[in-house]
C-alpha cells in the first residue's frame, strides 16, 4: 500500500503541474492577444490624432478580438476553479460528463501539440456517480494522453460517457493497434493505482480499439 500512496503521490503532482502549466500557457496566450489589440487601438489613437480619419470596420475587428478573448479567458478561468475544486473535495457526487470536459479542456493544447484533434463531445444525459474527483480527472487525463499516441488516421479521439447497471463507463475511440501500442506501457503502474482508489476498472477492447473505464455508482 506505501508503494500505491508514493505511485498516486508522483502522478498527482505530475498531473498538477503539466495541467497548472497548460492552463497558465492559456492564460498568458490570450492576455497576449488583448494585448495586441491594445496596442491597435493605442495606433488608431495616434492616426486620429495626426488627421487620418478613425476606421469604424477596423475599430469593430479589435473590439470583436478583444471580446472573444475575454470570453476565452473566462471559459479557462472557470476551467481552473473547476480543477481547483476537483483537489479540495476528497469525494464528490458529479456528472462524469462535467469531468470528461475538463480534462478535455486540460489536455487540449498538450494533444493538438501531437496533431490530433477530440471528437465533438454533446452528452444526451448525465450520468451521475460519487467519486474522487481529482483522481478521476487524473486518470481520465492520463488515458488521454496515451491514446493521443495510438490514434487512427482520423486522429480525432472521441469519449462519451454512458450509464451502466453498477454505475458508468467512458469510452476512448479513435484509435488503432491499441494492443501492439499499449504492450507494458499501458495501464502503467499509475494507471492501476489509480484504478484502486477509484474502484474502477480500466481495459484495453482491442477488438474494437477503445479504451474503456468502467467505474462503480459509489466509490466512497
Not at 481547483?84 to 486540460?106: C, Y
Request: aromatic share 6%; hydrophobic share 45%.
Amino acid at each position: 500500500m506505501n508503494d500505491d500512496n508514493e505511485i498516486l503521490t508522483d502522478s498527482a503532482l505530475d498531473f498538477f503541474g503539466k495541467s497548472s502549466a497548460s492552463i497558465s500557457h492559456e492564460i498568458k496566450n490570450t492576455i497576449a492577444i488583448i494585448k495586441e489589440s491594445a496596442g491597435l487601438i493605442d495606433d488608431f489613437v495616434l492616426a486620429t490624432q495626426k488627421g487620418y480619419p478613425l476606421s469604424p470596420e477596423r475599430l469593430a475587428r479589435v473590439a470583436g478580438t478583444i471580446n472573444r478573448q475575454v470570453l476565452r479567458t473566462d471559459g479557462i478561468v472557470k476551467n481552473l476553479n473547476q480543477f481547483g475544486h476537483s483537489v479540495d473535495k476528497s469525494s464528490a457526487t458529479l456528472d462524469v460528463n462535467d469531468t470528461i470536459r475538463l480534462a478535455v479542456a486540460i489536455a487540449e493544447r498538450p494533444v493538438k501539440m501531437r496533431g490530433v484533434e477530440f471528437g465533438s463531445f454533446e452528452p444526451k444525459e448525465a450520468v451521475t456517480v460519487t467519486t474522487r474527483p481529482f483522481f478521476l480527472l487524473n486518470l481520465i487525463w492520463r488515458s488521454i494522453n496515451f491514446a493521443a499516441g495510438c490514434v487512427d488516421e482520423e486522429k480525432t479521439i472521441a469519449l462519451v460517457a454512458e450509464k451502466t447497471a453498477i454505475g458508468a463507463k467512458i469510452s476512448i475511440s479513435g484509435l488503432k493497434d491499441l494492443k501492439k501500442a499499449a504492450t507494458g506501457i499501458f495501464p502503467g503502474a499509475a494507471e492501476k493505482a489509480l484504478s484502486i482508489i477509484l474502484k474502477a476498472e480500466l481495459t484495453l477492447a482491442e477488438d474494437s480499439n477503445r479504451i474503456q473505464l468502467i467505474l462503480a455508482a459509489d466509490a466512497d
